[in-house]
């Protein structure tokens, strides 16, 4: 939620995170600092639905879906096996004495609830292969049937691009070839999601921590946001990377995720029941003794290079 919640709507995820919490106190929706993402099949999805039909901007939506059959939302992978996915629990109203980020969080909940009980989106895909001398160029078309579930999940879009009718072996002169010269580019700085998103794929943090650390490396002014909410690295942000960098004839990168990561991975192990709690609370606690005991030794290499680092700007660039 919170990526999605930062790319849509530019609120930082610990933001985002306050906000989910003050609805769920509110009893408006389910608890946030889950990451389970599939309903199991014991729960009533349709009683929820019934309860939206009274929302005065998507309760015709709910009306409608509360008339299908069935409701059965494709599953995911993740359970903590403690709470459900995040959803509406009570209707909600868009009125002028609510909070506007309040309701942009809610509304996103309810649409993005609303969207997963919905039928998918059908469309059919055209691609059309043209040989021009020994070169292969190609186009993609598109044509939508129904757009079911984008009916009410506003945040995506699927727009139709009609080709024009092509039949196999068809000769034509195209009105004109362009060739675009550019450069490769170096990558762009990170916007919050971006962030919430690497994090997720290398495993530091859950949905319910990662606001936290994003939250704590602004805090102690490793990086900060510019004006378009991209993070952007300070001096001593990056002169702490390059220092720690000096310590890798320890056995660790400290710069690297791999080590958070395994911790991330041990810990659903043991909540899982597949690794024993007390193992893995000695292991980490040898592991984390000796990178403090061998960074605290040579404690003064560090403090050396990270005013080198610092004072000598054009290195940092």
């Known amino acids: 939620m919170t990526k999605l919640v930062s790319k849509y709507f530019h609120i930082s995820s610990k933001e985002c995170m306050n906000i989910a919490e003050k609805l769920y106190n509110k009893g408006y929706i389910s608890y946030p600092r889950t990451e389970t993402n599939y309903f199991v099949d014991s729960m009533n999805l349709r009683k929820i639905i019934h309860e939206l039909k009274k929302n005065n901007i998507f309760g015709s939506y709910a009306t409608k879906l509360a008339e299908k059959n069935s409701c059965k939302p494709r599953k995911g992978k993740l359970n903590d096996k403690a709470h459900p996915p995040i959803h509406p629990v009570k209707n909600m109203n868009k009125a002028n004495n609510v909070d506007f980020k309040e309701w942009k969080i809610y509304e996103f909940i309810c649409r993005h609830f609303l969207a997963v009980c919905s039928d998918d989106a059908i469309g059919f895909d055209t691609k059309v292969i043209a040989n021009i001398g020994e070169e292969q160029f190609y186009c993609k078309g598109l044509k939508i049937k129904n757009k079911n579930y984008l009916e009410i999940y506003i945040y995506e879009k699927w727009n139709d691009k009609i080709l024009p009718p092509f039949q196999i072996n068809d000769e034509f002169y195209p009105y004109s070839l362009v060739v675009e010269e550019g450069i490769t580019q170096p990558p762009k700085y990170l916007s919050e999601s971006d962030l919430l998103s690497l994090m997720d794929k ?19 002014n490793y990086v900060y946001k510019n004006s378009k909410n991209l993070f952007i690295p300070t001096k001593l942000g990056i002169a702490l990377i390059l220092s720690y960098k000096k310590f890798k004839d320890i056995g660790v990168d400290l710069t690297e995720p791999s080590l958070r990561a395994k911790m991330e991975r041990d810990m659903f192990l043991v909540a899982s029941g597949e690794k024993g709690k007390n193992e893995i609370i000695r292991n980490y606690i040898d592991i984390m003794k000796y990178i403090y005991q061998e960074i605290y030794n040579r404690i003064d290499l560090l403090d050396e290079n990270i005013n080198y680092y610092i004072n000598n700007p054009e290195i940092l660039n």
């Not at 290398?202 to 102690?220: S, V």
């Open 202 to 220: 290398y495993g530091i943090g859950t949905d319910a921590t990662m606001h936290e650390h994003i939250e704590n490396i602004q805090k102690r």
